[in-house]
């Protein structure tokens, strides 16, 4: 009985379909190891006057814990408080899906201050990512 080795193949443009299909054993794993979990996307935007979204926040919550990926607001919108009250709402809604806390990432140049004084403490830190800077990792406890 002959057996052949899978072929690899880098992807030129992956999206959703690749995605899942890398994540599905992934998944399988861990709901193995560490019990099934619901797995909930969250956005939370701003809109202006006219109704178009000009900023918000995205993130996953799986394993009690929310991932804040990405929070986002135009250079205009900044400093008025619009950044604490996505992160005040991302917190609520991660109380209301049962998490214990949330984490997320910023780099050097970015908003770990912001993060900072809204509680969050760092627990990671890689340097030279991108050549110069740090990327930082953040999380604060809810429970």
Not at 32 to 46: F, L, P, S, W, Y
Not at 74 to 88: D, F, H, I, K, T
Request: glycine share 10%.
């Amino acid at each position: 009985m002959t057996t052949s080795s899978p072929d690899i193949e880098i992807v030129p443009a992956p999206g959703d379909t690749e995605l899942a299909a890398i994540l599905a054993p992934l998944v399988a794993h861990n709901d193995a190891a560490a019990g099934q979990t619901d797995r909930n996307k969250v956005a939370i935007v701003i809109r202006d006057d006219a109704g178009a979204i000009i900023g918000g926040l995205w993130a996953e919550a799986s394993y009690r814990w929310l991932f804040v990926k990405y929070l986002a607001l135009p250079p205009e919108a900044r400093g008025q408080g619009q950044g604490s009250a996505l992160m005040r709402a991302a917190e609520a809604e991660a109380r209301r899906l049962d998490c214990i806390g949330v984490w997320l990432d910023t780099f050097s140049f970015q908003a770990r201050g912001f993060y900072e004084k809204l509680g969050y403490g760092v627990f990671g830190r890689i340097d030279d990512y991108p050549p110069g800077e740090a990327r930082f990792f953040l999380s604060k406890r809810l429970d």
